[in-house]
Nanobody, 117 residues
Framework: QVQLVESGGGLVQPGGSLRLSCAASTSIFSICAMNWYRQAPGKERELVASITSGGRTNYAESVKGRFTISRDNFKNTVALQMNNLKPEETAVYYC???????????WGQGTQVTVSS
């Protein structure tokens, strides 16, 4: 079982920055691919950024160059640095863990990010 707890959401002005963090309570964190998703009101959940157990990253086209995903396998945490935020990126952001070689998916409770002036 993997428990994930996100933090760092809040209200930010357009063009501002936020750093989200996800803490995982599991001994298998180092073998998990970690992902950040977001879901805006009335829209489907979408993948924003991924980082494999080996540290390889992947980003949605819309966030490339502005968002950075990173992980700390000693602290069992994954972070999402978000810069130059846009109002349309207002959403609930979710942390997701996918243990390597499985189809299992674990989700955090989500953290609200609101981009507004």
């Amino acid at each position: 079982q993997v428990q994930l707890v996100e933090s760092g959401g809040g209200l930010v002005q357009p063009g501002g920055s936020l750093r989200l963090s996800c803490a995982a309570s599991t001994s298998i964190f180092s073998i998990c691919a970690m992902n950040w998703y977001r879901q805006a009101p009335g829209k489907e959940r979408e993948l924003v950024a991924s980082i494999t157990s080996g540290g390889r990253t992947n980003y949605a086209e819309s966030v490339k160059g502005r968002f950075t995903i990173s992980r700390d396998n000693f602290k069992n945490t994954v972070a999402l640095q978000m810069n130059n935020l846009k109002p349309e990126e207002t959403a609930v952001y979710y942390c997701n863990a996918n243990p390597q070689g499985t189809t299992l998916n674990y989700w955090g409770q989500g953290t609200q990010v609101t981009v507004s002036s």
